[in-house]
């Protein structure tokens, strides 16, 4: 048994009343387990698993297998998400219905739950900028970007503040806001240690901050969908309340709430004892239509280089994907040609961490490719490969030394079940592992 705080247990017996009981018993059941399947790469697992009800790829698991020991997940085949926080894809599609093809800006990213779903929702359509403030969580949150393979995509590294600096660009942001975390007190017991009304209080606080830091970077008639994963009023509804009174925004949740999902006047409210997920509220609402505030993209060329490189640049990628190259030291990167002027703009403005595809370091005449091409979806299909079975598979991600018969020398992508796992280098006597460092796996 648990040991809640017990001003918690105070204000839930408030809110929840004669539910009370119920919610209180909810918190000592198992966390439901759920993914979600990527749209864009073959799932041979979870196929026939329950589906969420809110979400397409999203999916039920009778028990939490391991993860980390499945080389599918590091495919980036699927994502392991809670139930509740894919109600976003209701909400995300209703403002896709305005404009298919948005400039998305997810402020809160790491570790990319809601941006790899925003990306599957995209569809390749459109770009997702995806920012996190703190370092160690933005490394994650590039690797979940990168394994989930899309190329219109942008990882920056900037505070909330730093976004006025772009006034009007993005069409939809998505504030998944630091909360107090009570929705997470069953799966994270730990965190209900941390939790106080002052912890609260101080959330609201910041909460504040951040929506009034990204109001100029939304375009005038762009939606901003506001999440959190606590039962506070002052983190919720509270949060919504203000950006209708002080900035003129207005609600846009049309979407019914059926299992079990509450909805207010403010947003959707997910509560353990009521929805198989974990405690979340979500709302989208918009920002007033203003025609003399509209900003235009000052249009950017891609760099120049030279033939040789453009030859073998292209070679790296599929004949389709229309990307030009950016190189910054050694470092190459694969930006879709059609989004170059935001790359710029970001560029000028923040911390860029990852732009399009990360390709690989261009050392003298060498090249070394990155993990983030052979995991990408626009990756050149004619890439020498080895599919692996599991034994080799988690040897390598674990980035020690294979072995590969009858393979040829020279670079060439291990696979699983025909999925690409990242690069090995095959030389006369042995087969250098080239999966990164900061990306193996430790358990055994
Ligand atoms: N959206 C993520 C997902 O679906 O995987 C989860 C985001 S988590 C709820 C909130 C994130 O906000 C954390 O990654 C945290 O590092 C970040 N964060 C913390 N303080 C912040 C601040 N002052 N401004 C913006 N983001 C902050």
């Known amino acids: 048994m648990n040991h809640w705080p017990e001003e918690f247990l105070h204000r839930s017996k408030l809110l929840f009343k004669d539910e009370y009981s119920s919610f209180l018993d909810s918190l000592s059941t198992p966390a439901p387990v759920s993914v979600r399947l990527n749209p864009f790469k073959r799932n041979i697992g979870f196929v026939e698993t329950q589906v969420i009800p809110w979400s397409k790829n999203g999916r039920y698991l009778p028990e939490r297998p391991s993860f980390t020991l499945d080389p599918l997940f590091h495919a980036g085949t699927y994502y392991v998400q809670e139930a509740s926080s894919q109600f976003l894809e209701q909400l995300f599609l209703l403002a896709l219905k305005d404009n298919p093809e948005p400039i998305v800006l997810d402020l809160c990213a790491a570790p990319g739950g809601k941006s790899t779903h925003l990306l599957s929702l995209l569809n390749g359509e459109g770009c997702l900028v995806s920012n996190e403030v703190i370092s160690s969580r933005n490394k994650i949150l590039q690797q979940n970007i990168a394994k989930w393979g899309c190329t219109n995509s942008f990882v920056t590294q900037n505070d909330p503040a730093d976004f006025k600096r772009l006034p009007g660009v993005f069409d939809i942001i998505v504030v998944d806001a630091p909360c107090s975390g009570e929705g997470l007190f069953r799966r994270d017991p730990e965190a209900a240690d941390e939790w106080s009304e002052k912890a609260v209080e101080h959330c609201s606080t910041r909460q504040n901050q951040i929506l009034e830091s990204i109001h100029e970077s939304l375009k005038p008639g762009g ?53 198989i997920g974990e405690g979340l509220f979500i709302s989208m609402i918009r920002k007033p239509i203003d025609h003399d505030k509209r900003f235009r993209m000052r249009h950017e060329d891609p760099q120049n280089y030279g033939k040789d490189f453009r030859m073998s640049f292209s070679s790296y990628f599929r004949i389709d994907a229309n990307l030009s190259a950016f190189v910054k030291d050694d470092h190459v990167y694969a930006i879709p040609t059609e989004h170059y002027s935001l790359f710029a703009l970001l560029f000028k403005n923040l911390f860029v961490r990852q732009a399009g595809i990360f390709t690989g370091t261009q050392k003298d005449k060498n090249f070394i490719p990155s993990t983030e091409l052979a995991l990408s979806l626009s990756a050149s299909d004619q890439f020498p490969s080895a599919n692996v079975d599991l034994p080799t598979a988690l040897t390598y991600l674990r980035g020690e030394s294979i072995s590969l018969a009858n393979a040829p020398q020279g670079w060439t992508i291990i696979q699983y079940e025909n999925q690409n796992l990242g690069w090995v280098k095959v030389l006369d006597r042995r087969v250098n592992n080239y999966y990164p460092k900061e990306w193996k796996v430790m358990k055994r």
């Open 223 to 275: 939606y901003l969908i506001y999440s959190t994963c606590t039962f506070e009023k002052a983190e919720n509804g509270d949060q919504i309340e203000r950006m209708i009174s002080e900035f003129g925004y207005e609600i846009c949740n049309s979407v019914p709430a059926e299992n079990g999902i509450v909805q207010t006047e403010y947003g959707y409210h997910f509560y353990p004892h009521k929805v």
